[in-house]
């Protein structure tokens, strides 16, 4: 079964020279000096939802994580694991969204495999992936680098993720033209390399959205992160969701998103590098590094008055990437 | 430019604020009494404009947070017992009973339904019949009407699987007894319930008690604007009601949804999370209705169910602690695994507090 699998409806879709030759590991070379390794799981639920689908989201989102460290994403691996009787033509659209993502992103998929569940040990389709990086930068992006009056940048309006997964699912029915941002971010993070020594720290704001990264460079730091609120962008469409299904934008996920740290001096270089790149569109300069030494993210609203913005607690949804 | 307006605007608000009361000396404490009130001070940040010697304190206005933990066992009995579809707000998931909440029954395969509008009951009913489909009946005089009009139409529509687990509460009743405590210096009175009552239905407040009462939106600058009308009021000693959100609530109200409400429910006791019976400040559906009221139809037994002797939401609702004087608060009782409900509900006490900080800002 899955060998029919892999020769009809994966090798076609996937294969761009070293996958077809189906060896039981994948030879590699030319990898330079230093590179970036990593690996995620998806579970998300729905698998299909506005923005793209489990597939597409699969390849973004470990390509994103070798780009975080400064590495270029060049090969990818996947492993399907599907439920018996999981539809051909939903498994079909699935490969195809793998496939466009990996050729948009510039990574191979090199190696995989393909099992099969029996009914009911798993819900419809998982997928794993692991990816190999080119690091591209002799600077080791490390919070230990980030240094007080250090600038926060966003590089675009944050929540759509985790909004429209929110709202494909099948229990809420509102009609809201969310989309997920899921996208490589490797064009937004070349740009930014330039900054050399100017660029600290790098991290996709997934789970747990902007709210979560903040407090994750807090604590990496043991320094007060300082936001506004009125500089954080959040598309209009999510912020009306947001508001009904009384959710904070800032703590749903996003995969098509960075959260740099920067040196003060330069932000409107930063700013300028990412004007003429699609995926920073709406990159915003939301805050700085203090030299208080408080492990905590303080935000000052729109009337003025501040707040802490807490580390998200408990799920927004269980299954989101 | 709208936003640095509103900046302004509000520093003007609070600058007014502060000084009427370093002339007048404080303290003064004002009671929110609505649960978005309570998340929106919070969320905006405004305690950290504000003199300390204005004291906000939150009263029982958040539906969850009253709710007593019998009412989700007996939820809970009924979709495991009765194997029945319950229907809720979203806010209800993660409620603990003495066994689970709503959520876990789901993720054991029971069937729980979240929806957004009680009327979606209806239609979840029809699909599923004849299993029932039983609405957790939470919520206050926002809520109740839209509940009303779904049994209104349920019945006209001969739906015979669906049912109410009723345990509504009115806001009248519990102002009273607060407003006779004498510390408290005054109200923030809801918005989006006033809508429903009308601002003339607060007449109680100062005639009897001495008290100003003043009805809010719910940005922070509606809020600080009534607030500094609230300090006012109190500054000259005058008691009364004042509207800050006309553009919402009428001196009358809603006159249409309380007839909906009086045409399916009668005044009934009530039994509140922290404060206890009170007498009038609950509804139970009357006939022909009374068909619809999930423990009319099927037996449910479950014992008594006391709250964890250390929790001190009791207090907490009615104003007299803050959540940092309660021994669990951010320690055993945190959101993901909530003691007492001021900490489950999104808009309880305690759960603004932990999430923004509280007082804590400075400290």
Not at chain 1, 147 to 172: C, K, Q, T, Y
Request: hydrophobic share 40%; proline share 7%.
């Amino acid at each position: 079964m899955s060998g029919r699998l892999i020769r009809d409806l994966i090798l076609p879709r996937l294969d761009r020279g070293k996958l077809g030759a189906l060896p039981d590991s994948v030879v590699l070379s030319d990898l330079g000096d230093k590179i970036a390794f990593t690996t995620d799981s998806f579970v998300v639920s729905p698998i299909f939802f506005p923005g793209g689908n489990i597939g597409s989201l699969s390849v973004h989102g470990t390509c994103n994580d070798l780009t975080c460290s400064g590495a270029r994403p060049i090969f990818l691996s996947v492993g399907l694991i599907l439920e018996e009787g999981f539809p051909i033509e939903e498994l079909s659209d699935i490969l195809d969204s793998m496939s466009e993502a990996a050729d948009l992103c510039g990574v191979e998929i090199v190696t995989g495999d393909t099992k099969v569940t029996p009914k009911g040990a798993a819900d419809r389709i998982f997928i794993n992936t692991a990816g190999i990086g080119r690091v591209e930068t002799a600077i080791e992006l490390s919070p230990s680098r980030i240094v007080p009056g250090d600038a926060v940048i966003v590089s675009g309006p944050v929540g759509n993720h985790g909004m429209a997964v929110m709202l494909s699912r099948a229990e809420f029915s509102f009609d809201f033209d969310v989309k997920s941002d899921s996208a490589s971010v490797w064009p937004i993070v070349e740009r930014l390399l330039s900054l050399e020594d100017g660029l600290r720290f790098l991290r996709d704001p997934t789970r747990g959205g902007l709210s979560a990264t903040l407090n994750e460079i807090a604590n990496l730091t043991n320094l007060t992160v300082s936001v506004d609120e009125t500089a954080i962008p959040v598309a209009p469409e999510v912020a009306a969701a947001a508001e009904i299904l009384g959710i904070n934008p800032l703590e749903a996920a996003n995969e098509g998103k960075i959260v740099a740290v920067i040196d003060r001096d330069c932000v409107n270089k930063a700013l300028d590098l990412l004007r003429d790149c699609p995926q920073a569109a709406g990159a915003s300069f939301i805050g700085t590094i203090t030299p208080e030494r408080k492990p905590r993210v303080i935000i000052k609203t729109r009337i003025g008055g501040s707040r802490i913005l807490a580390e998200p607690s408990g799920e927004l949804l269980p299954r989101i990437c | 430019m709208k936003v640095e307006i509103e900046k302004q605007a509000a520093k003007k608000l609070a600058s007014d604020i502060n000084s009427m009361l370093a002339v007048h000396g404080g303290p003064l404490k004002f009671m929110e009494v609505c649960g978005t009130h309570t998340m929106a001070i919070h969320s905006s940040g405004i305690k950290s404009l504000l003199t300390k010697k204005l004291e906000l304190v939150s009263g029982p206005g958040c539906p969850v947070c009253v709710t007593e933990k019998l009412f989700i066992d007996q939820a809970m009995f009924l979709g495991r017992e009765h194997s029945a579809c319950l229907v809720t707000f979203g806010d209800l998931m993660r409620v603990p009973g003495s066994n689970g909440s709503p959520a876990d029954l789901r993720s054991q395969g029971g069937s729980v339904k979240v929806v957004y509008s009680p009327m979606d009951a209806i239609e979840i009913a029809l699909q599923i019949a004849p299993q029932p489909a039983i609405f957790l009946g939470v919520g206050f005089e926002t809520t109740i009407p839209t509940v009303a009009a779904t049994l209104k139409t349920a019945l006209a529509r001969n739906v015979k699987n669906l049912f109410v687990l009723p345990a509504f509460k009115t806001i009248h009743q519990p102002l009273k007894i607060l407003a006779s405590q004498k510390d408290l210096n005054g109200f923030l009175l809801p918005g989006h319930v006033s809508a429903i009552i009308g601002a003339d239905s607060y007449d109680y407040l100062p005639r009897d008690y001495q008290k100003p009462g003043v009805i809010a939106g719910f940005d922070g600058l509606d809020i600080l604007l009534a607030l500094r009308t609230l300090v006012e009021m109190s500054v000259r000693g005058e008691a009364g009601i004042e509207n800050k959100y006309r553009t919402v609530v009428r001196p009358e109200g809603n006159v249409v949804a309380r007839g909906l409400i009086d045409e399916v429910f009668d005044p009934s006791d009530a039994s509140w999370r922290g404060l206890g019976v009170i007498p009038g400040s609950g509804l139970s559906l009357k006939a022909p209705y009374d068909v619809f009221d999930a423990l009319k139809r099927f037996p449910v037994e479950v014992p008594e169910a006391p709250d964890d002797p250390r929790c001190r939401c009791a207090r907490i609702l009615t104003g007299e602690l803050n959540p940092n004087q309660c021994g669990l608060f951010g320690k055993e009782c945190v959101p993901e695994t909530p003691v007492g409900p001021c900490m489950v509900s999104s808009e309880g006490t305690c759960a603004a507090y932990y999430k923004y900080g509280g007082n804590s800002i400075d400290s």
